[in-house]
């Protein structure tokens, strides 16, 4: 089992989606932590930030109000490689849509477009995949 400790940071405007994908992240290992950022424009701030901890993995919602998770992209593009080196970055929307997967395939620092919700399962492929032991 893998029981490395990661810092989660879930980028979504929906309470009901960040309470479910918490409760999976942390029934994947307790020991995670997991911050919420209820917009892409709280969540930019906090990872140009010094604050700690930096997230090893990003879940992103594609449709938020005020700032979408395309417009999050664009902004995150412009920040400093070193700091986009950081985290691993997961598009986690309810579209299935294919145009929205292979824009989400554009982006050199999307690994990976999955469907909501978050499950237990999809959680440890992600682990698997991104962080073996």
């Known amino acids: 089992m893998n029981t490395r400790k990661l810092c989660i940071m879930l980028i979504d405007d929906d309470e009901d989606d960040n309470f479910y994908h918490e409760r999976e992240i942390l029934r994947n290992n307790a020991d995670n932590t997991v911050l919420i950022k209820d917009s892409g424009r709280k969540a930019l701030d906090y990872i140009s930030s010094d604050e700690k901890p930096h997230s090893d993995l990003i879940f992103l919602d594609v449709n938020m109000p005020k700032m979408n998770g395309w417009e999050f992209l664009q902004e995150y593009n412009?920040?400093?490689?070193?700091?986009?080196?950081?985290?691993?970055?997961?598009?986690?929307?309810?579209?299935?849509?294919?145009?929205?997967?292979?824009?989400?395939?554009?982006?050199?620092?999307?690994?990976?477009?999955?469907?909501?919700?978050?499950?237990?399962?999809?959680?440890?492929?992600i682990r698997e995949k991104y962080f073996p032991e």
């Open 78 to 125: 412009l920040l400093d490689k070193d700091v986009q080196s950081h985290a691993i970055i997961i598009m986690l929307s309810t579209s299935d849509y294919s145009a929205d997967i292979a824009k989400s395939k554009t982006w050199d620092f999307v690994s990976d477009f999955i469907t909501k919700p978050l499950t237990h399962q999809k959680m440890k492929e």
